[in-house]
């Protein structure tokens, strides 16, 4: 499952989750390929006391009428866990997604995600080492994926869907299980440590 959110800033323990996307992916492991499931998909704007700042708008496009007739985020974050299952969530610079969606769940929900998570941008970098891209916009322009309304979780997470196709082929040559595909992202997270 790829997914993005939108969010109230950049704060993880303070700001505010708006919006989650989500898109179901289908793995064949044998023939080592990758197919985004559009049909399988999820967007949720959660509902908010106070909309977020104007500044804050401008570059989600989440206006304060659709804050502020969201769904409940109880039932948002019931629905998307849901929606989600057991599955892997894979999103660009996942530590943030999982930080809060982590949070918000815990605190309207009572527990946590069992769910393993992969950082796209690990597993981009792990393929293609020799490639400086570090940003989403870096990445992208890289392989010459274009998403016509950035920082809109929906087509944020068509974006990641596109990136994560563009390095299949070469997860697929040294991974057959989604334990293999964190193990890789993971390697490449540990060597960006040292």
Do not use: Y
């Amino acid at each position: 499952m790829v997914l993005d959110v939108e969010t109230s800033g950049l704060d993880v323990a303070r700001d505010r989750l708006l919006a989650i996307a989500a898109i179901g992916l289908r793995v064949d492991w044998a023939r080592g390929r990758l197919d985004v499931c559009l049909g399988d998909s999820f967007e949720v704007v959660l509902r908010q006391e106070q909309a977020s700042s104007r500044d804050n708008i401008l570059l989600h496009g989440i206006g304060v009428q659709s804050q502020r007739e969201g769904l409940d985020p109880t039932e948002a974050l019931r629905a998307f866990e849901a929606f989600v299952g057991e599955a892997p969530l894979l999103a660009f610079h996942s530590a943030f997604d999982e930080a809060l969606i982590g949070r918000h769940v815990r605190q309207l929900l009572g527990h946590r995600l069992a769910n393993p998570w992969v950082d796209i941008e690990h597993l981009c970098a792990a393929t293609h080492p020799r490639v400086r891209a570090r940003s989403l916009d870096e990445w992208m322009a890289h392989f010459g994926i274009t998403c016509p309304k950035r920082h809109q979780a929906a087509a944020d997470t068509l974006a990641e869907c596109e990136l994560l196709q563009s390095v299949w082929p070469a997860v697929a040559k040294e991974c057959r299980s989604w334990r293999q595909v964190r193990r890789l992202a993971a390697s490449r997270r540990w060597l960006a440590a040292h």
